[in-house]
């Protein structure tokens, strides 16, 4: 270990190391020594360099005895060896003890504190200091003295590359993480969401070990105490829906369940800001001042204006902020069990329903599907509505296999009585193109209906292909939307459709058929709808 460093793991944090500095510390080390800038709207504007999104295809888990049975491995977790682990590490040490500065934030992963955990982070880029000091937990000046030895320590060498000559290293980035040195090393990358994912994936793998579920999920509060879970992937709405003016926000991205409810896991937000208003989005507009980060977005040279419409660096402008930067966020950050569990998706097909409810087998199945769809011409060659799928709502920082999650979800579900709902936020009357897009309100309208409970006694009718019990009736929303094929003008087409996507889904499900758990298979669509 570098000098530094095992100076630094000593307690002896003579400068350059800066431990747990305040906000506007960070932020003036950002515009001195770092290229930040400051905006008109008091945040920093800070830039991940060539890198502005995450490397999933980097990541790599090192295969030792004491987790190597519990992982699920193939392009997810890739495997690595202690030694190439050992190698990059040095690697990321060597080049933090060369910095004429480090900062090093400590902070919890866990509101609850049964199953918290202690994360250091080393870095030295001021900018990185401060988001996690925004997503992670921040102890009080009695924790912090009794901080201790971390349970995981991250070191963020992202402006040093990785070496391909390592091998299980593919290029010059690598984001690896070795659950029994309880160590994650970053090469290669500047974007700070490796360090928030990457505590997540920490997170998943530990988790389960202590029968707690671990979720990538937003999630909110009734005024009655009644708890709502939030699956979506990105551009479903999950964000949008659980920000609700008139429940509390638990949180809006990471989430465990207990035996007892459910914990955020972070203690900020990382929202995204490409055409951010304050009309379309008031509460996270409201929460960019000062503390917040905004990552690549663009600022006027003269006037420090964020120019939130400009997506010219990346489409994938974001903002970092305390959660209790949300006026209506409840802190500490837990809840009960939840009532109900919704899983959101934007069907450019036009076949799933607005609403429908789903059965503890459907919803397990709904849940490993992780489904939505790409629409014709957000991405170049795409001529019409793709599929997209990742189990549990977030392959991607899945540890053990989806079928754990999955089976854990259904247990907790049927111990405290959750309903499971799927929510489409995509197309009706048609795919896209033909179709129309399900309007916002009559999306708030739905949601409103199954927190107020008008959802439960009302007559439903099965979908074909899929199996789904539709309410015939939802306050707020014409009869003639809630059923999609009644709602196509081409009965034909629909039916075609309709048949495709059952395909689709039964398809990208093969993967999990071994292994899973019994019933899973059978919330799946049919394939001999005539």
């Not at 690896?176 to 974007?191: K, P, Q």
């Not at 539709?470 to 306050?475: A, D, M, W």
Request: aromatic content about 10%; some cysteine.
């Amino acid at each position: 270990m570098s000098s530094l460093l095992a100076a630094l793991n000593q307690g002896d944090f003579e400068a350059p190391v800066f431990r747990n500095a305040a906000p506007a510390i960070l932020m003036e080390h950002a515009v001195i020594h770092d290229a930040g800038q400051l905006s008109d709207l008091g945040t920093i504007v800070s830039f991940s360099g060539e890198k502005t999104g995450r490397c999933p295809k980097d990541k790599r888990v090192v295969a030792e005895p004491t987790s190597e049975a519990d992982v699920w491995w193939g392009p997810v977790n890739i495997a690595l060896s202690d030694s190439s682990f050992t190698q990059l590490q040095e690697l990321a040490t060597t080049f933090l003890d060369s910095q004429p500065r480090l900062y090093v934030v400590d902070g919890f992963a866990g509101w609850d504190s049964e199953h918290r955990i202690k994360v250091r982070i080393v870095c030295s880029r001021p900018y990185h200091a401060l988001f996690m000091h925004n997503m992670l937990i921040r102890p009080t000046e009695e924790e912090l003295d009794s901080f201790g030895e971390p349970d995981y320590v991250i070191y963020n060498a992202g402006q040093c590359p990785a070496k391909p000559d390592i091998e299980g290293v593919t290029g010059s980035t690598s984001v690896a993480v070795h659950f029994d040195r309880r160590e994650m090393v970053i090469l290669g990358t500047e974007y700070a969401g490796e360090m928030k994912k990457g505590v997540f994936t920490i997170m998943n793998y530990i988790m389960p070990r202590e029968d707690v579920l671990s979720m990538h999920c937003s999630a909110n509060e009734g005024k009655d105490g009644d708890v709502s879970l939030f699956f979506g992937l990105s551009g479903t709405g999950k964000t949008t829906l659980s920000a609700d003016p008139h429940r509390d926000l638990i949180g809006d991205d990471e989430h465990c369940w207990t035996d007892r409810g459910v914990f955020n896991i972070e203690g900020g937000c990382y929202a995204k800001c490409l055409g951010l208003s304050y009309e379309r989005e008031p509460e996270i507009f409201s929460s960019i001042k000062f503390g917040a980060v905004l990552e690549n977005t663009t600022i006027d040279p003269h006037t420090r204006s964020v120019d939130f419409e400009d997506g010219s660096l990346t489409q994938n402008t974001r903002v970092s902020y305390p959660i209790d930067f949300i006026p209506h966020a409840k802190i500490p950050c837990v809840g009960g069990h939840p009532k109900n569990i919704i899983l959101l998706t934007c069907d450019a097909f036009g076949v799933l329903p607005p609403v429908s409810k789903l059965n503890p087998k459907q919803a397990m199945y709904h849940f490993i599907s992780g489904y939505t769809a790409k629409v014709a011409g957000t991405e170049q060659g795409v001529t019409e509505p793709t599929a997209t799928f990742s189990a549990c709502f977030g392959a991607a920082f899945l540890v053990w296999h989806p079928n754990k999650y999955a089976q854990m979800l259904a247990e907790k579900m049927d111990q405290h009585a959750a309903d499971a709902w799927l929510i489409n936020t995509g197309w009706i009357g048609g795919a896209f193109g033909t179709g129309q897009r399900i309007p916002l309100g009559y999306t708030r309208a739905i949601i409103d209906a199954i927190h107020g409970g008008h959802l439960e006694q009302v007559e439903m009718i099965q979908d074909d292909f899929f199996g789904l019990a539709i309410p015939q009736e939802c306050p707020g929303v014409p009869q003639e939307v809630l059923q999609p094929r009644l709602a196509w003008n081409d009965q034909d087409s629909y039916q075609e459709t309709a048949l495709h996507l059952a395909k689709l889904f039964d398809q990208n499900f093969h993967q999990y058929r071994e292994g899973a758990s019994d019933g899973i298979a059978e919330g799946g669509p049919s394939l001999t709808v005539s």
